[in-house]
């Protein structure tokens, strides 16, 4: 079973900066796709950015140019650098790898999540 070890929550006042780290069980190199969702209170999960292994890398328009998103194949991890945090960006934070297979949907997991909170 695919585990995603997340670090790096916590507590910060707005403007400061935080970095997120996942680490799989598995080698990076055999996930399609790594990234970071969050779920704020009473909101869905949503997409915060993704890694494709082509290079490409996704965003959503909330975070961009704020965050950063780097896949480190050394360290075997995924990691996401979080600048100029506001109140807005407070939510559960959760891992994700996908994996395509040669047939149906890729197998997608996500880590256990970690809490980032944001005082203004």
């Known amino acids: 079973q695919v585990r995603l070890v997340e670090s790096g929550g916590g507590s910060v006042q707005a403007g400061e900066s935080l970095r997120l780290s996942c680490a799989p069980s598995?080698?990076?190199?055999?996930?399609?796709?790594v990234g970071w969702y969050r779920q704020a209170p009473g909101k869905q999960r949503e997409l915060v950015a993704i890694?494709?292994?082509?290079?490409?890398?996704n965003y959503a328009d909330a975070v961009k140019g704020r965050f950063a998103i780097s896949r480190d194949n050394a360290k075997n991890a995924v990691d996401l650098q979080m600048n100029r945090l506001g109140s807005e960006d407070t939510a559960i934070y959760y891992c994700?790898?996908?994996?395509?297979?040669?047939?149906?949907?890729?197998?997608?997991?996500w880590g256990q999540g970690t809490q980032v909170t944001v005082s203004s």
């Open positions: 598995e080698s990076i190199f055999r996930f399609t796709t």
């Open positions: 994700y790898a996908a994996r395509r297979k040669s047939f149906g949907p890729p197998d997608v997991y």
């Open positions: 890694t494709i292994s082509s290079g490409t890398t």
